[in-house]
């Protein structure tokens, strides 16, 4: 007679991660998201794996450096929701200027519609001022840009 093993909370968190991913993960990668979700104190839970994967639909070096990430957030983002026209304020003061439709796409890649009006989730806002770094990141390393 065999006994099931019990499904512990370590594997329910890898099996949610898994499903958000829609994909088998190797016990190497489980290990890396482990790790930097408890040196972020990120908790193995829908939310928190969820901000994970969407760190990863962003760029996939953020994960491994998800402490300063963090940090960055805390700094910019206020508590309370934020409006579509105040996000695209903040992104204008942080220095990144980009055009309209590459804006919206950050909205997209998170499964948001945009609208100017519409105020959105202290996480959605994180999100998107994380693509805006990204993105400025990005343009100041591009050969031949001009700023």
Not at 25 to 43: G, L, T
Not at 59 to 73: G, N, Q
Request: one cysteine or more; proline letters at 1%; glycine letters at 4%.
């Amino acid at each position: 007679m065999t006994t099931k093993k019990a499904k512990t909370k370590k594997d329910e968190a890898r099996i949610v991660y898994e499903t958000l991913k829609s994909m088998r993960v190797s016990d190497s990668h489980w290990c890396k998201i482990k790790r930097a979700c408890a040196q972020a104190d990120i908790p193995l839970d829908l939310n928190g794996l969820t901000l994970i994967t969407n760190l990863q639909k962003i760029s996939k070096r953020l994960v491994a450096d998800i402490s300063t990430i963090r940090m960055f957030i805390s700094e910019k983002v206020p508590a309370s929701k934020m409006t579509g026209a105040q996000i695209k304020t903040v992104v204008t003061q942080m220095g990144v200027f980009c055009h309209y439709s590459t804006f919206i796409r950050w909205f997209h890649k998170l499964g948001v519609e945009y609208n100017a009006l519409t105020y959105y989730s202290s996480n959605t806002v994180a999100l998107v001022l994380l693509q805006a770094k990204v993105y400025a990141v990005k343009q100041k390393t591009r050969i031949g840009a001009t700023k």
